[in-house]
């Protein structure tokens, strides 16, 4: 902030030149989002205040607001988001980093091999991986078999019958699907960082843990926030894998708030303006999360 | 190179947005003042909607199974050719998942066009779509359609206020399905499981069970299944004839809770995670039989090498309630022809001289489909009576098509899928130890805060 | 010491390597067996993939599929970067109090649950005639707040006297973007192609509302197809479900080597 004022002062005249083309940059991707986003939601907000079934809508006020408290799925649903957000969210990002400054490394072989693996699972198809993850998971699957071969286990465990082991599992999937995703952006991230930094530091005697607390997270910063901000939103509005793995259950112990939103949209008889309003609850949320967020870590130096 | 390339992509899409969005502004602004009501439908008209019956002689048809229905629907065009030869069907694959959400983001919109002539709907969610959104379908009840020649309880699905919706199409009828091979081992056949009650069920069970090893059943953990089917089976339901919703002080439900709960005891019915897992148990022979609605043979017959080890007969049924029967229906569709159809004659009289007027039709699709009709009249077919190798040679489809006949009819209701999702969870409670009657009380004031909107 | 660290790490990321290719090579052996073994848990390659993939494409079109796939992804991802790139480029670059409010405006419209805005959004496109169409396709996702800010946060590292140079040697800001910014953020853009080719790929639940003709299906309606029906066919879904990924596992291991291994120290 500080360096753009200055610059204001010495020369206004340029700077305003820049300004000007600094919209023109802007302007089609603001102009598309404003459309494609900002009418849709506007739209909501309003039918957020509006009850009624299917498309026989009347005014209701802050009605479907209120609705949210009283509402003992929603609340569980919302209990088991931010679970998901405070457990899964932290885990994956530091193997993320993890990872990333592993094959950052110039010397490791088969880099690329590797890269690609650790990549694959957010590509594949989520069909096949919500089958494998409940065949791994059932009574008679491999993670019982393990379990009980090491003697950690009598008989197979249902974990998918179990309201916290059925969370786990969903943590276990998400940390396993996302992690090299957000490995591509922390690899991408790192390229900006010369390589002989590295070098130096292995040099003076730093030690990798120190050298990845001191050099890579620093430098990282503008990446981390960013995935940072992205994890929580996609955490606070995850559907997939409560749909296709564990279909909320058991007893709803899984279930998510965009989940308890589609079903309300498309299973049940159809209340959009509740939806809606549950939807404006989930903006709020991320919105606070990620203005937190901002002002932790979106300083310019 | 690259650089000219960029500059073209972005004058491309630039040009592109803009285009579009001067287009969308002008249609947002009257839009955004009308969703109260259904108020203009007709400026949508002009937009290249999906080919809805332009040329008077082609209908869009939305179905989901290339091997099932939309099967039948072809076959149903070249019955219709026969007699109307220039007539065209266009077959739109569209999972039922897709088309629900399709046909409520449609309806919601109150933007019609995009809806095809004709397409399926599910029975259980029938009476939901048509309560909501019932400018999005026409009521057929005086296009000269029989329909006094399907079964009283599956046309209740379709027929709203007293009107006709739907046209009946595939039949649910509940099946009891065992492993003759495994039985023999206990000492037992089929016809021990046939007119029986579930206590009988349970007890034969458990000493199959203990010759064998083998429990009787499986199912779908967290799933209502078999809970609906047995409500059904005695003429229960989750609502009274006005819709509100009876979970609590419902003798039929708490005496299926109990069975359940007592099955699950038992070890005659193990639960698994899910679907692919429950057709697991079914192929690998982990259990001796299976209880669902006859579309399930199909998944059956899949493994060949069980040829001749399969018998089928009626499901046990309740004791202590009244109306109790065997017979039940899990599952089941039935086409609808929406208000976006043009040219609703021409719908009406292909379905009515096919799905509902043609035993040849039927005869036609079941041997390579299974389909079977719940078109009274094709049950005295003689195709049905075939034997059937995979079955030990029992006719299995004109004892399915007399189950049908017996099925007590099913109030679904409109909040059908509410009541379903919240007694779920109470059997869930339940099968982990929970008291029956306040997981019952949950189940049912959470159906009733779904329904207060 | 160092090469019982290295040893660590080979070991450790064959681990993770392992785990997370498991499912693809389940798939794999999967598509090759009939269904019947599939449900039945068979774990070693079978001889039925020539007769799963002769049954797939006498139930489905995949060529349509793969084609309309192909064609929007690509265009997807071409416009969405452009877009996008300059978007994140300018936010940053020109960064003054009114472009960082506008950037956390920008930030909201993902978080809103995409089930809340498809209705309006649906409502909006079939008065507009979009229905079926490759821009109904891709309008809603070629801006998207996710890579504007992805290209906002990678240009905090481009060092502003490069820009400052540049301006004094004459090129306007336009110029400065494409010659400078560009070819030193080709990691950047390296990622984000594989990241923007997958999701517009992967793009499921607004197809779905918006192409209602059969000749418009993609690859994930495709899979969808296949999963429907009172019987699966799970050798058959499998081989669907494979063709659906290996073009976003191609793409990413073309690219990987540019993202990761990118032209470090040449602008600096």
Redesign the interface.
């Known amino acids: 902030m500080s360096r753009a004022n200055k610059k204001t002062s010495q020369k206004l005249t340029l700077s305003k030149k820049q300004n000007i083309s600094g919209w023109f940059f802007l302007m089609p991707a603001t102009f598309l989002i404003a459309i494609m986003s900002f009418i849709p939601m506007f739209r909501a907000l309003i039918l957020s205040f509006k009850t009624g079934v299917g498309n026989n809508l009347k005014w209701a006020g802050v009605f479907n607001y209120q609705r949210l408290g009283q509402d003992t799925v929603f609340i569980q649903a919302l209990k088991n988001n931010f679970i998901y957000l405070l457990i899964q969210v932290p885990i994956m990002l530091l193997l993320a980093l993890v990872l990333a400054s592993m094959l950052n490394n110039k010397h490791l072989r088969f880099k690329g091999l590797f890269r690609t693996a650790i990549f694959l699972p957010c590509a594949t198809s989520l069909v096949s991986y919500a089958i494998i993850f409940r065949s791994l998971f059932a009574v008679d699957g491999f993670v019982n078999l393990i379990l009980i071969k090491l003697g950690f286990l009598e008989v197979g465990y249902n974990f998918l019958a179990h309201p916290n082991s059925a969370r786990m599992v969903i943590i276990l999937a998400l940390i396993w699907r996302w992690t090299g995703y957000n490995m591509v952006f922390y690899l991408a991230g790192l390229q900006n960082i010369e390589y002989s930094v590295y070098e130096a530091a292995m040099i003076d005697g730093a030690s990798p843990i120190k050298t990845f607390f001191k050099i890579t997270v620093p430098l990282l910063k503008p990446t981390i926030l960013l995935t940072a901000i992205m994890s929580t939103n996609g955490t606070l509005q995850l559907f997939d894998e409560s749909v296709n793995l564990t279909n909320g259950g058991p007893a709803n112990a899984t279930i998510t708030m965009s989940h308890y939103i589609y079903n309300l949209s498309f299973k049940y008889v159809p209340n959009f303006g509740y939806a809606a309003a549950m939807s404006y609850l989930i903006l709020i949320l991320v919105a606070v999360l990620a203005f937190v967020q901002m002002k932790v870590g979106d300083k310019r130096d | 190179m690259?650089?000219k390339s960029?500059a073209v992509?972005?004058a491309?899409?630039?040009t592109?947005?803009l285009m579009?969005?001067g287009?969308?502004?002008e249609?947002?602004q009257p839009?955004?003042e009308e969703?109260?009501e259904?108020a203009e439908e007709a400026?949508?008209a002009?937009?290249?909607?999906?080919?809805a019956s332009a040329d008077g002689n082609t209908l869009t048809v939305w179905c989901?199974?290339?091997?099932?229905n939309i099967y039948a629907m072809e076959q149903a065009a070249e019955v219709y050719k026969e007699k109307n030869p220039d007539f065209v069907l266009?077959?739109?694959?569209?999972?039922?998942?897709?088309i629900?959400?399709?046909l409520?983001?449609?309806?919601?919109?109150?933007?019609l066009?995009?809806l095809?002539d004709i397409m399926l709907l599910q029975d259980n969610a029938f009476q939901?779509n048509v309560?909501?959104?019932p400018d999005a379908f026409t009521d057929i009840s005086s296009s000269g359609i029989a329909f006094d020649q399907f079964g009283a309880a599956k046309l209740a699905y379709s027929t709203v206020g007293g009107k006709n919706y739907g046209v009946p199409f595939d039949n649910g009828a509940v099946i009891s399905c065992v492993r003759t091979d495994v039985l023999e081992k206990a000492g037992y056949t089929v016809d021990d499981f046939t007119d029986i009650t579930w206590s009988r069920y349970i007890e034969i069970g458990k000493d199959v069970l203990a010759k064998t090893g083998t429990p009787m059943l499986s199912m779908q953990?967290?799933e209502t299944d078999l809970i609906m089917m047995m409500l059904q089976s005695a003429g229960g339901s989750l609502f009274d004839a006005e819709g509100n919703p009876t979970i609590v002080n419902n003798a039929v439900l708490a005496e299926v809770m109990s069975v359940y709960q007592e099955l699950i005891k038992s070890g005659v019915l193990i639960?698994?995670?899910?679907w692919?897992?429950y057709?697991?148990t079914l192929?690998?022979s982990t259990v001796a039989g299976t209880i669902n609605g006859c579309?399930?043979l199909?998944?059956i017959q899949?493994?060949?090498d069980q040829s001749g080890k399969w018998a089928i007969t009626n499901m046990p049924k309740l004791e202590t309630v009244d109306g109790a029967t065997n017979y039940s229906n899990n599952g089941g569709s039935s086409w609808v022809v929406t208000s976006n159809c043009k040219n609703v004659e021409l719908a009406t009289d292909f379905l009515g001289s096919t799905f509902a007027g043609s035993v040849k039709f039927y005869e036609t699709i079941l041997p390579s489909s299974g389909a079977l009709a719940t078109y009274l009249p094709a049950a005295d077919s003689s195709v049905y009576a075939e034997p059937q190798v995979f079955f030990n040679d029992q006719a299995i489809y004109s004892l399915i098509t007399e189950f049908a006949g017996k099925v007590p009819s099913n109030n679904t209701g409109?909040?059908y899928?509410?009541a379903r999702?919240a007694v779920?969870?109470?059997l869930?409670?339940v099968v982990?130890g929970a008291d029956i009657a306040s997981e019952l009380q949950a189940a049912e004031d959470?159906v009733k805060?779904?329904m207060g909107? | 010491m160092i090469k019982f660290k290295r040893s660590f790490q080979y070991i450790f990321l064959t681990i993770v390597s392992f785990i997370s290719v498991f499912p693809l090579f389940w798939m794999v052996i999967s598509a090759t067996n009939t269904s019947l073994d599939v449900t039945r848990g068979v774990m070693v390659p079978g001889m039925a993939l020539f007769e799963n993939f002769q049954k797939l494409i006498s139930v489905q079109n995949v060529s349509q599929a793969m084609m309309n796939s192909f064609k929007y992804a690509i265009i997807l991802t071409l416009s969405s970067l452009c877009i996008c790139s300059l978007a994140g480029y300018g936010f940053e670059i020109f960064h003054d109090k009114g472009k960082d409010f506008v950037m956390a405006i920008i930030l909201l419209a993902m978080m809103v649950p995409f089930a809340a805005t498809m209705i309006p959004l649906f409502q909006m496109f079939s008065k507009a005639g979009l229905l079926n169409t490759t821009a109904g396709f891709m309008l809603p996702t070629i801006s998207t707040p996710f890579l504007i800010m992805l290209f906002r946060q990678s240009a905090r590292s481009f060092p502003h006297d490069i820009i400052e140079a540049a301006r004094i040697d004459g090129l306007n800001e336009f110029q400065i973007f494409y010659k400078m910014f560009f070819p030193t953020m080709r990691s950047t853009y390296a990622a984000a192609m594989t990241i923007t080719f997958m999701n517009a790929w992967n793009n499921y639940l607004w197809p779905k509302v918006i192409m209602t003709d059969q000749k418009s299906i993609t690859m994930p309606m495709l899979v969808a197809n296949l999963t429907e029906g009172y019987v699966t066919d799970y050798g058959v879904l499998m081989l669907g479900v494979l063709l659906c990924t290996i073009p976003t596992i191609i793409i990413f291991f073309v690219l990987q080597k540019s993202f990761a291994e990118g032209i470090t120290g040449a602008v600096k």
Do not use: H, M
Request: hydrophobic content about 40%; overall charge negative; proline content about 5%.
């Open positions: 690259k650089r960029i992509i972005l491309a899409v630039l592109l947005s579009g969005c287009a969308k502004q249609a947002a839009a955004a969703t109260t259904t400026p949508a002009e937009a290249p909607a999906a080919d989901w199974d290339p091997a099932f266009n077959v739109v694959e569209t999972p039922w998942a897709d629900q959400t399709k409520t983001t449609a309806a919601t919109s109150s933007d066009s995009s095809p939901k309560i909501s959104y953990a967290g639960e698994v995670n899910d692919d897992q057709i697991g192929t690998n579309w399930i199909a998944s899949t493994a060949a409109v909040y899928y509410e999702d779920a969870t109470a869930t409670n982990n959470t805060f779904q909107q």
